[in-house]
């Protein structure tokens, strides 16, 4: 899907989990920067009505999928390639309990978790943007890319029912610590954006009011301050990006 016209310099970003929510956007904010996207999530409608959005803007490619699929990955890698090659992979996609049945317990307690959700939730989380990164690290490390690893405070704070996903955006953040270790001459950024008032948040927190949460739009901007001020690799929280003047954070 094409958009308004653009220059074959303007960065290409890669984003997953881009229908909705914080995904979508920092695609926008993206867009509205002059980026290039390559866009995924799973539900078919949502992506479209949300490339739609973002093709007024910019050039945007959409392919729906899950990103647990190699086939799927490859594909989106490929788009990337095609489009100009990436310099931002944003792997934001997750589930908070792997589980693809409707009405199944949001949060089941460790005791409780069924192991086939429990490695379906590992996949999504953790192992498929590690995944993803491998195919896309040739271009990121050709443009000084960067990666933007989307994490979670129950990553390092130990809530009851949280102990599935909690676990695996912690490996998400351990992968993310390593990489940038081994591959200095890139960014690579695991980030807690926070409660937003989401989808997933509301799943999390069945009839309570969400309300008094910060949305996406205004997350985002935050987090991308780490690749306008080219922030030295790390974990960062929102809230603590919000606190500081962008200049005191430094360069690399």
């Known amino acids: 899907m094409n958009a308004a016209p653009h220059t074959d310099s303007a960065p290409v970003a890669l984003v997953t989990g881009a229908s909705r929510g914080l995904g979508l956007a920092l695609a926008h904010a993206l867009a509205a920067e002059g980026w290039r996207l390559v866009i995924t999530a799973r539900g078919a409608a949502e992506l479209a009505g949300a ?16 990103i647990v699929d190699d086939d799927h990955r490859a594909h989106l ?36 978790f069924p192991l086939p959700d429990l490695l379906e939730l590992f996949e999504v989380n953790a192992l498929a943007p590690i995944a993803l990164t491998q195919l896309v690290l040739p271009q990121l490390r050709a443009r ?21 996903y909690g676990a695996s955006k912690a490996a998400l953040d351990l992968a993310s610590a390593v990489l940038a270790r081994e591959e ?69």
């Open 184 to 252: 200095p001459e890139l960014s690579v950024w695991a980030v807690d954006p926070g409660s937003m008032r989401t989808r997933m948040l509301q799943e999390a927190s069945p009839g309570e009011d969400i309300s008094g949460e910060p949305l996406p739009e205004q997350v985002a901007p935050l987090l991308l301050d780490l690749l306008r001020d080219r922030t030295p690799s790390g974990r960062y929280r929102a809230e603590d990006l919000a606190a500081v003047p962008a200049p005191a954070r430094g360069g690399r």
């Open 51 to 66: 490339a739609a959005g973002l093709a007024a803007v910019t050039e945007v490619v959409a392919l729906p999928g899950s």
């Open 144 to 164: 000084s890319g960067a990666v933007f690893n989307i994490s979670s405070d129950a990553a390092v704070v130990p809530y009851p029912g949280w102990g599935g």
């Open 77 to 112: 890698a490929e788009a990337a390639e095609r489009l100009g090659g990436a310099r931002l992979l944003i792997n934001n996609a997750g589930s908070l309990n792997g589980a693809a049945a409707p009405g199944a317990e949001p949060l089941p307690r460790l005791a409780d």
